[in-house]
Structures are given as structure tokens and as C-alpha cells.
């Protein structure tokens, strides 16, 4: 194999666990936010119809959707934490054929490293530059995700239809740039097509 590939096949592998994450994190996000909804609905009284002056049957409701509240916002800060993971791991790729191509360039020269192809037309340069292009949409995907797994609590439903939307799906992450990565990482995986 080339030199760097198994970098590039690491990436794609970061990228298969990424989207179970997402998946996952959508679960538990699309939950809390399920849970926001009642509470804003019985935080009416007249919504309790006949049990208006149920006081401890009221708390008790409000506790147990609090107590469901912070065991989700529990799984989506560890499954956030493990997203931050995976970026961290691509960029160790990024780096690692930074250096790759840095070592061509000293032993080869500068055009061997920019020209000489890894996998037909991509050179170890193209390489390196759209894995730190994927390292970047994939961070600012995690930060949007933060900002708006902060911002639930304050928000209302038109809000909350915005946020599940958007996790879902994951604007900062071009999928065009994806499919070049995968399609660029499959011609030299062995044994495996994607």
C-alpha cells in the first residue's frame, strides 16, 4: 500500500462511528426535547383538567420528567464527548500524513509529495488537505451540536423543530466532500468496498 493510506482508512472508520453517534445523540436530543414539550404543556393549569389541584401529583410528574431530562443530557454529553474523540483522531491522521508528506518532500522532493499520486490522481498534498477539510467540518458540526444542546432549555417548540432538524442534518458537513473521501479511501481499501 501507499503511504498514508491506512490514515485515510482510519478517517473513514471515524466517520462510520461519527454517524452512529449522530444517530444516537438524536435519539436521546429528539427525548429531551419530547420532554421540554410537556413540561411547557403542563406548566398550564387547564391542561391538568381534572386533577388541577393535584399538587403533589403535579410535582411528581415534574420531577420524573426532570429526573428523565438529566439522565438524557447525560447520554448526549458522553456521546458529544466521544464525538470530540473521533475529531481528535482524525486530526492525529491530518498530522501523521503531515508528516508523511513532509518526509517525502526532505527524502524526494517537494513535487514528488505534491504530484506523486497515492491513489491515481491524489497526491499525498491533496490527501492531507481534504482530511484537514473533513477535520474541520466534523469540528464545527460538534460545536454547533454544543451550542444548541445548550441552548434547549431556553427554547421554545418552533425552536426545538429548527434544533432536531439541524442535527439531523448536520449542516456544516458538506456530504459531497464525504463521498470524495470515501470514494478516494475504497480504490485502495483492501477487501472492502463502500
Not at 411547557?40 to 410528574?61: A, P, T, Y
Not at 447525560?74 to 458529544?80: A, F, G, Q, T
Request: charge should be negative; proline fraction near 2%.
Amino acid at each position: 500500500a501507499m503511504e498514508g493510506v491506512d490514515y485515510l482508512i482510519r478517517v473513514v472508520d471515524l466517520l462510520d462511528t461519527w454517524k452512529k453517534m449522530n444517530s444516537d445523540s438524536l435519539e436521546a436530543v429528539t427525548n429531551l426535547v419530547n420532554n421540554h414539550v410537556r413540561i411547557q404543556f403542563l406548566s398550564i393549569d387547564e391542561s391538568w383538567g381534572i386533577f388541577m389541584r393535584e399538587e403533589d401529583l403535579k410535582q411528581k410528574v415534574f420531577q420524573n420528567l426532570e429526573r428523565q431530562n438529566q439522565i438524557y443530557l447525560k447520554d448526549i454529553e458522553r456521546i458529544l464527548e466521544n464525538m470530540s474523540r473521533v475529531i481528535s483522531e482524525i486530526h492525529t491522521s491530518v498530522t501523521a500524513l503531515e508528516i508523511t508528506s513532509l518526509r517525502l518532500q526532505a527524502e524526494k522532493g517537494i513535487g514528488f509529495a505534491m504530484e506523486q499520486g497515492v491513489l491515481l490522481t491524489w497526491s499525498i498534498h491533496d490527501c492531507v488537505e481534504l482530511t484537514m477539510e473533513i477535520w474541520k467540518m466534523y469540528s464545527e458540526e460538534l460545536r454547533l451540536k454544543q451550542l444548541m444542546l445548550e441552548d434547549i432549555p431556553l427554547q421554545n417548540r418552533e425552536t426545538w423543530i429548527i434544533y432536531l432538524s439541524t442535527w439531523q442534518l448536520q449542516p456544516k458537513i458538506v456530504p459531497s466532500v464525504v463521498d470524495d473521501y470515501r470514494t478516494l479511501v475504497s480504490s485502495v481499501r483492501p477487501g472492502r468496498r463502500k
